[in-house]
């Protein structure tokens, strides 16, 4: 069977191979994941509790209008019910804003090496990706993207605050700047899934307005990966947009509940929050025990410098032949830095051990 | 902001409304879910146990491969684990379906008034759906459905075997035999959501051609709706050019897991279709008390003659009424009937109950 001329001309590559492929391929039953930026923390404990006991209704379709849970982000976000749009992770967000908004050989903008799911999208609805390169001090170059966003008439500007992989955060000012700088064509995709770990304060505004989506998640601060579950804050007209083609049942029926709990238990996201700033500064020190750097990061992750990319490249298969698992960006200019998730104080022991070993290694080899 | 083009076009239309939504609008705090076909038997408590373990650790991402799960199922469907492709449902997968292989502008072919989600997806993806009507037994006409895929070229032909909402089941020498009578271009969906109802030995044999998708869900006689999870039997090919833009990573970590433990339930299974065919029973009896008549039905859920569309509505309307939710077919020639999903003998006298109470008010009101 002949595909559509869009999906024959896709390379047939995988944006991320997870861990459990990783562990197929070694022959190893566990892995330390600091790879995924999953929480360490788990779900809250009240999410828990109300997932039990709504397990025997799996048999029952979850609300195709996420209706509860949405009148409670409504009242975390002060907006209406109209302009949330709850879907199956930000990565649903994503492609239900690109498959709206961008044409077959429309353009798409964002940062070079970002997190690759929207690229993936461009590139599957029949898009065309222009990028520009991070800074050298690992942020978004907001002038370069707006330019770009004006030279291409781009129908979707990307950008993710804080970024991942970098871990850049853009304080409200500086984005507003930029969101005003955008050509009145161009619809910015602002990718919130780490907000939750930044001082709420120095977030961009609520704003509902045509040309903004935010998409949120419940995947990192909330300890929900494995449920899929996230949504878009944007105006009723672009969700309704977006009600025209999303799977009308596409929700789990227990992520829409463990959210909502998730949601009421401010306690348990407070802890993870300081948790995470905790494994953060634990993996600065580590860096400067080992006399590197880390970017500067408001996520629950951190990126260390090893150097240069093959420098980061081999420390990150020789962590994983010690059963630790991470990732690293895959662009310069922070191809030179390795990735890891924030962890439990057990699970950063031993990513810190792995570490030391793998550079005393290298410093074997290097100098023998 | 301006949409694309294809999604400007589209309808602001939600394809089924829900029991929570009619639930809010009547302000009622329970109804008799009749409506959705969903297992009142419930998922096998292999799985929920399986689940309830599992919950724990919901903030890890599934597998994107799925792949404990599809080793499962190509054991069970004595194929390979890559010609097998695990999505959020069969309405996922007939999103990838549709995406993958109807151009916009492109033609896709079904019976009118079957399962809309397929239309749904046709039109999302910018295609055209041509339809022929349901014969006058309510089973698919395969001759017409043939025939116009040859006169309009079409891309995919879809067909559910055994239908929603008619409940209509074709062997299997009749479905291959449709199969081969398609033109060359066009790729047959066969939708089999209700197949684990159905005799094994009347199915159409596993086939891995390239024009042939099959799509099986967990949503019915597994009891996991709300849990999101089906799949795709086809070849190796087609699963990668669908590979190529699905979610990677959209499936929901617990409904893999809780689908492979109800896969290894085959005492639960036996159970579910056995009560099922009780419940289908006890429908034909309660027409028959009523004096009018029901489909064959292969499903989980029979169509009750009402005698008119009109009729056919007013009843539907009158038992939500009573607190139960059904659904009725919307085109014609089964829109004279009404269409009630195999309850719980609990479930089922409630709906009872309500029929003949409805019917009764019809005829005080028929003949003062």
């Given amino acids: 069977m002949r595909a559509t001329r869009v999906i024959e001309a896709l390379p047939a590559n995988t944006p991320f191979v997870g861990p459990e492929r990783l562990m197929r391929e070694t022959g190893r039953s566990e892995l330390v994941r600091l790879g995924a930026n999953e929480s360490p923390f788990g779900p809250s404990p009240r999410a828990i509790a109300a997932m039990t006991s709504e397990l025997e209704r799996l048999a029952w379709y979850g609300d195709p209008d996420s209706y509860a849970l949405r009148e409670a982000l409504a009242a975390r976000h002060a907006c209406g019910v109209e302009q949330i749009l709850v879907a199956s992770g930000i990565d649903d967000v994503m492609g239900l804003c690109v498959r709206a908004f961008v044409e077959i050989g429309g353009i798409a903008v964002a940062t070079r090496g970002t997190y690759p799911t929207f690229a993936y999208h461009v590139a599957g609805y029949g898009g065309r990706l222009e990028t520009v390169p991070y800074t050298n001090e690992g942020a978004a170059d907001l002038e370069a993207l707006s330019a770009l966003a004006h030279r291409t008439r781009a129908s979707v500007v990307y950008l993710a605050n804080p970024d991942n992989p970098s871990g850049a955060f853009i304080d409200r000012d500086r984005i507003a700047a930029f969101y005003e700088s955008l050509p009145d064509e161009s619809l910015l995709l602002l990718d ?29 601060a909330y300890g929900l990966a494995g449920a899929r579950i996230g949504y878009a804050l944007t105006t009723q007209h672009n969700a309704e947009l977006f009600e025209r083609v999303r799977l009308q049942y596409g929700v789990n029926r227990n992520a829409q509940i463990g959210a909502l709990a998730a949601l009421g238990d401010e306690d348990h996201l407070a802890w993870v929050i300081s ?42 298969n020789e962590l994983l032949e010690r059963g630790v698992w991470i990732r690293k960006p895959g662009a310069p200019p922070l191809d030179r830095y390795i990735r890891v998730s924030a962890g439990t104080a057990e699970m950063r022991e031993a990513f810190a051990a792995a570490l030391r070993d793998v550079l005393a290694t290298r410093r074997s080899v290097a100098t023998p």
């Fill in 275 to 316: 948790e995470t700033a905790s494994a953060r500064a634990s993996y600065e020190a580590l860096a400067h025990e080992l006399g590197t750097a880390v970017l500067p990061s408001r996520t629950n992750f951190v990126c260390i410098d090893m150097g240069n990319a093959a420098q980061a490249t081999w420390v990150m």
């Fill in 192 to 220: 919130e899934a780490y907000a939750d770990f930044a001082d709420p304060g120095q977030l961009l505004e609520p704003r509902f307005e045509e040309r903004l989506v935010r998409a949120r998640t419940f995947s990192k």
